[in-house]
């Protein structure tokens, strides 16, 4: 099936950091999301991005965190500063309409 | 807002038997149910849904239930086979969003034993 791309697969940095995920969604797909997964706990929605703009997000996407797709490039996650409640494996997904395709996950973790 | 609720955390069945694996939600409106498969250390893999404009699909192996009336639905895989070992998740399309998001169930861990 469609295959989305996530950079990189594991991330360790220090709390107070920024990180960087990024995203390589289905080429033709237009809607882009992230969520996150807490080990041992279910998959919750951050955030739903769709022509340049979030269009909804959780109260997990906290004020720290911002989405953005520059040129079509990548679909990219920022947390700027960490905190140590971030460490989560987060996935990208995307879709052209209902069915989203989700990528293998970012695995976070800030000490 | 939606709930759902994935009632088996655990299953394990003899290979070549079914498998039901059950979830709940909340929204009346909800009409999206996809399901999905996550094998170890790997990401979600898109297995089946369901519209509610349905009551019943299948692909191969897999059929997916829905009952509306008591907002349930279900994913059968009948025939089973050691490599249908994952955690399957159940999900449910928001519908009081403008844009498609999806509430996941808690996963259910299937054990296929030979």
């Given at each position: 099936g469609p295959k989305v791309l996530q950079i990189p697969s594991h991330q360790i940095i220090d709390m107070g950091q920024m990180v960087t995920l990024n995203c390589d969604?289905?080429?033709n797909h237009l809607y882009f999301y992230w969520y996150k997964q807490i080990l041992g706990q279910q998959m919750e929605f951050l955030v739903n991005?769709?022509?340049?703009?979030v269009m909804e997000k959780s109260k997990l996407f906290k004020d720290q965190f911002s989405v953005e797709r520059p040129d079509g490039s990548y679909f990219t996650l920022k947390i700027q500063p960490t905190a140590l409640e971030d460490s989560a494996v987060y996935f990208c997904a995307s879709s052209l309409e209902d069915t989203q395709y989700f990528g293998p996950g970012t695995r976070l973790l800030v000490l | 807002g939606e709930k759902v609720e994935q009632h088996e955390s655990t299953l394990s069945v003899r290979e070549g038997d079914s498998a039901v694996i059950n979830c709940t939600y909340t929204d009346t409106a909800s009409s999206y149910f996809p399901w999905y498969k996550q094998e170890a250390g790997k990401s979600l893999h898109f297995v089946i849904d369901?519209?509610?404009n349905v009551d019943r699909k299948q692909s191969?192996?897999?059929i997916v239930l829905l009952d509306k009336?008591?907002?349930r639905f279900s994913l059968h895989i009948t025939a089973t086979q050691?490599?249908?070992?994952?955690?399957?998740f159940c999900a449910a399309e928001v519908a009081s969003s403008s844009f498609s998001k999806l509430v996941f169930g808690q996963g259910t861990s299937l054990s296929v034993v030979p």
């Open positions: 969604p289905v080429s991005f769709y022509n340049g703009k | 369901i519209r509610s191969q192996r897999l009336k008591a907002k050691p490599e249908d070992s994952a955690i399957y």
